[in-house]
């Protein structure tokens, strides 16, 4: 049984899947946009899982950033008419670029005061974007957003189309976070998320190395937000609120922080379990509320942690006390 | 080589070390002799750079190095194993002794030998190498702690308590092996509670107390010293 649960087969089958999924719903909008959002926002946790989960630093400013990248991407593709791909580019760009500013000063801080800080920058980009008129909208939001500009034969007309673009990146962003946490800067951020103190006196410099994780996590959000705003074609304020960040939190949390497939299962879950359970509206958080309680307490690396710790009990293996994670693949290929 | 003149610490009002002088020359072996809370780790992390002294001079090789970040000082030299063995326990024996080399992060072949080295001082971590780190026993993770200080080649190594939480046997492997890794060139400053053992494989030693040098001399020297044997040896 091992062996047909092997990693690499769970991948492909997920992948193929994944792959086959618009040809099962061709007809069904409604599914494939579900889906289509669900990829969106895992690409956003999965740049949350990388400076929280990884480098060990609670970022709360992720829907500022998202936003960020909706807005850069709306703005350019309405207002000035540019090019889709030139405006994700630069939505992207100028996303890291705010992200290294602030990251700049939020490092500073530690712990707990990084966590409040970044809270405080993602609401103050929330308010930013509802006050400034002029650029942003204000409270009308930006609306006639385009798809996609064509490349070549290839039209993003069709949710198909949409979703099979969004799962591209989708695969790219899951593809790079995997080659970071499995490198040495993987491990170096892993090293900080222990002990900042100890990876210093290891000649790691935590400061630099912290930002450039943040920066690329904020990257994520960015690319994340502006993807969103071609697929919905509507944007509000809304989009960089403390709900949405607190949905990417949950979404990290229940999935698996520190894991690298929990941002893409949390996030899958939750954006069905929404839709199941929206005919009790707002109730549902009765439902999600306690759900994360019992999560932080007895599987705090969430559904995908908790899988390998009970898969490693039985197997014998001893788990280390010490630490919630756990890194179950010692990765060979960059040790001789 | 290391050379601490009148070097005061301070936290806030609380001062920490007062004005200690404390001279290691190369090839080495010194101990720090105290109590808990003395500031034997305060002088480690003054020396590495986690704290600024607030009054005083540090020197290291010729150089001033006052203010040097942490990672600056590991590039200049030297390598702190710190108190309680703080491996990372997430990641296995093998990943941890190469975050130990981490300033020589692109040099892969010396990476190569001084893994080689460290696995031939420690045979038993060859063997648990694929073995989550938080996952050995107290003696093994020390033996780690050791070897992941050693990976940043160092010239000075300072290695906090290796002898804390451990078995009497194990303690007398450790020490043997200390004196082992000062035979092969490498300046050792050591700080331990546990005077009998450290004494025996030191060249000098300094006692502290509450942040202050109070004596210091060869080991012998201290060694017969009746304070310090009613203090720290119990005969």
Sequence with gaps: ????????????????????????????????????????FAISVYGMNLIAGFTGQLSLAHAGFFAIGAYTLGILTTRNEMNFWLALLLAVLLTSAAGLVLGLIALRTKEHFFAIYTLIVGYLIYLLIDKWDGLTGGVRGLIGIPIP?????????????????VLAFLLLSIFISVRIVRSLT???????????????TLGINTRINKLVSFVISVAYAGLAGALYASLTRFIGPDVASTNMVFNFLMYLIVGGI???????????????????????QEYHLLIFGPILVLMVIFFPTGIVGGFYKIKAKLQHKKLPKESKYFNPVPEKSTEK | MLKLTDVTVRFGAFEALTKVNIEVKEGELVVLL????????????????????????????????????PDRMVKEGTSQCPEGKKLFPDMTVQQNLMMGGFVHRRHKDQLKTSLEEVYELFPILREKKEHAAGS????????VAIGRALMARPKLIMMDEPSIGLAPLIVEQMFSIIRKINESGTTVLLAEQNANAALKIADRGYVIENGSVVLQGSSKELFHNDAIRQAYIGA
């Design chain 1, 258 to 280: 520190g894991t690298l497939s929990g941002p893409l299962v949390g996030t899958m879950l939750f954006i069905w379990l929404e839709q199941f359970l929206r005919s009790y």
């Design chain 1, 1 to 40: 049984m091992g062996k047909i649960l092997n990693q690499r087969t769970v991948i492909a089958v997920l992948v193929i899947f994944a792959l086959v999924f618009p040809l099962i719903y061709a007809d069904n909008r409604y599914v494939l946009h579900v889906m289509t959002i669900g990829f969106i």
């Design chain 2, 136 to 143: 050995l026993s107290g003696g093994q993770q020390q033996m």
């Design chain 1, 186 to 200: 993987g491990r170096t951020y892993i090293a900080i998320r222990n002990s900042e103190e100890l990876a210093q």
């Design chain 2, 34 to 69: 105290g109590a808990n809370g003395a500031g034997k780790s305060t002088i480690f992390n003054a020396i590495s750079g986690l704290y600024k002294p607030a009054a005083g001079e540090i020197e290291f090789i010729g150089k001033r190095v006052n203010g040097y970040s």
């Design chain 1, 149 to 165: 500009d064509p490349i070549g034969p290839l039209t993003f007309e069709s949710a198909t189309s949409m979703y099979y673009l």
